[in-house]
């Protein structure tokens, strides 16, 4: 192009060089050096890679992106592969309609231009950073490297030996390695707002999954021979047993970030390629949710709230893992947590610490389980208990009988649905009279994810997703149906956060007649709904209609009546 800038004129236009400087990097071409002019110039440590990267940017008539302080949308990112990144050292930084504009440090590299185009089947704006930045930035967005995996594969060779040190400890060489890659895949973790990270060997390599609101997203994988090194990391931070492979074991790690303390519970199980981890990340942030948090209907809420006041009883909460049981159990406590109340828990294990209340951990390595806690616990004059979970008939015993003396009781129970739960004690050998006298209420729910208020649209749902809903024309003839578009606020999902929907069985005379009466749980789940009781589908159903989530999630979520 006539009139154009040499580069190094424009860097000493900018003060980054002296005239001295670009003439010495000059000298090096002439004697054979065949590197670019600002690649000489950042070896002698003249300026820096980005001081180049703007004089070439300048020169090129294009743009130049500062990767360090740009805020990427994860849907651009998602638009090229990890592995096309690393292996053409670019980094998508902006979508404007059909054209996708990428970082590279080498502008005029049209092969790579041509790659992106026919990857993507976008028009291709080419951006400049320094390459440095660039590969700064793919690890970040995309996970460790191929430059760094080399790094640590050179550096670590067959036989890496992980060695234990103490947290205050500097670490170096191989160790600091391993180290940084476990420690940023819980920091991606958290910053994701991820509820669980899932670390898995495959056949040929380690897979990174995140459960983020409730569904699981796969990361960049590590190659495989970064499998041994990771696991015993995990190991030595979760305090388990590095030399055990056959048997599966459980730990807790303690890490800080920045200036936030985070807990992980962390469970791992041998596989036919390996020992895969998954680690629960305890959000302390979510003790600080009310009941008016937890998404329950008015009307719901209101009688949940005068159950959890009466003097004694059992209130049962169900639901699969992950439901949002512990959640609601602790805000409820939370609520009920006053100087006049003494309220005990026995958990397995104590995922939180909750201020003013004594919890009480199983251990069943010593005999600490929760029939021997329970029965302590009575000698020590609660006014509100909290167990775990019902697993078996000594435990439910205790903790009917708990009901019967004066004691507010809270536990959990793994079971589909409400009715469910009366059904689940009598078989467990509960006699039939003491399930009938002692529950005041089983609440089930589930989790559903909430519409990102950032990109919510209106939208028109099909006749079928509406039949699968039994929603009846009349019930929705002037209601405008919502869903996430995707933005950069909910990483592109629609979805941004979770509620709960709930079906809450009171007990009354009717349904603790069929309880001793060992009722079929298809009749107490009539007799329910016919005294007032909302279903997990109808509680889906009013969220839909009053804006809060998709119908498509409604149907993932909770079971549809017919």
Do not use: W
């Not at 320094?130 to 550096?155: C, N």
């Not at 839909?544 to 993932?556: F, K, Q, Y």
Request: net charge neutral; charged share 25%.
């Amino acid at each position: 192009m006539a009139g154009r800038k040499f580069l190094g004129e424009i860097l000493i236009e900018m003060e980054s060089v002296t005239d001295a400087q670009v003439k010495e990097a000059l000298g090096k071409q002439m004697a054979g050096d065949k590197r670019l002019i600002g690649e000489i110039l950042v070896e002698q440590q003249a300026c820096q890679p980005e001081d180049v990267a703007r004089a070439l940017a300048e020169q090129l008539g294009v743009r130049y992106y500062d990767l360090e302080t740009s805020d990427i949308p994860q849907k651009v990112l998602d638009l090229v592969p990890g592995e096309v990144a690393r292996e053409r050292k670019v980094c998508p930084v902006g979508l404007n309609g059909k054209t996708l504009t990428v970082a590279m440090a080498n502008p005029m590299d049209l092969e790579t231009v041509d790659t992106l185009r026919f990857q993507t089947s976008l028009s291709i704006e080419v951006a400049v950073s320094s390459e440095r930045q660039i590969l700064a930035a793919l690890e970040k967005h995309f996970g460790v490297t191929d430059q760094k995996v080399g790094e640590m594969l050179g550096m670590m060779g067959e036989n890496l030996d992980v060695r234990r040190k103490n947290d205050d400890d500097e670490e170096q060489g191989d160790d600091a390695l391993i180290i940084k890659y476990v420690t940023q895949i819980i920091q991606n973790a958290i910053s994701s707002r991820a509820s669980d990270i899932h670390v898995e060997p495959m056949d040929d390599h380690l897979r990174i999954r995140y459960r983020i609101d409730g569904v699981c997203l796969t990361m960049d994988p590590a190659p495989k021979r970064l499998q041994g090194p990771v696991i015993q990391r995990l190991k030595i931070m979760a305090g388990m047993m590095i030399e055990e492979k056959r048997k599966p074991q459980d730990g807790r790690i303690k890490v800080k970030l920045a200036d936030k303390r985070v807990d992980l519970r962390v469970s791992s199980l041998p596989s036919v390629h390996g020992e895969a981890f998954v680690m629960r990340i305890l959000d302390s942030d979510s003790l600080r949710l009310s009941l008016d948090d937890m998404g329950f209907d008015a009307g719901d809420l209101k009688t949940y709230t005068g159950l959890i006041r009466r003097p004694n009883g059992i209130i049962l909460v169900t639901g699969p893992t992950g439901s949002g049981k512990t959640t609601t159990l602790y805000a409820t406590l939370n609520t009920l947590n006053t100087i006049d109340r003494k309220i005990i828990t026995a958990e397995d294990p104590v995922e939180y610490h909750l201020a003013g209340i004594n919890q009480c951990q199983v251990q069943h390595k010593i005999g600490l389980d929760f029939p021997r806690i329970l029965r302590a616990m009575l000698r020590q004059a609660p006014n509100v208990i909290l167990v775990g979970e019902i697993r078996d008939a000594e435990t439910a015993q205790i903790a009917i009988q708990a009901s019967l003396t004066g004691h507010l009781v809270f536990s959990t129970l793994h079971t589909n649905d409400a009715p469910s739960a009366i059904t689940r004690l009598i078989d467990m050998g509960v006699q039939p009279f003491l399930v009938a006298t002692s529950i005041q209420a089983v609440l089930a729910q589930r989790l559903i994810r909430v519409n990102c208020p950032k990109c919510q649209e209106k939208y028109t749902p099909d006749t079928k997703t509406l039949l699968a809903l039994s929603l009846r024309p009349e019930q929705h003839k002037d209601t405008q149906f919502t869903r996430g578009k995707g933005c950069d606020y909910c990483k592109g999902t629609g979805f941004r956060g979770r509620k709960g929907v709930f079906e809450m069985m009171v007990m009354n005379r009717q349904i603790r007649d069929m309880a001793f009466e060992k009722a079929p749980t298809n009749e107490v789940r009539k007799a329910a709904i016919a005294n007032g009781m909302t279903s997990l589908a109808m509680d889906g159903v009013r969220k839909v209609l009053n804006g809060m989530t998709a119908p498509d999630e409604v149907i993932r979520v909770a079971k549809v009546d017919g």
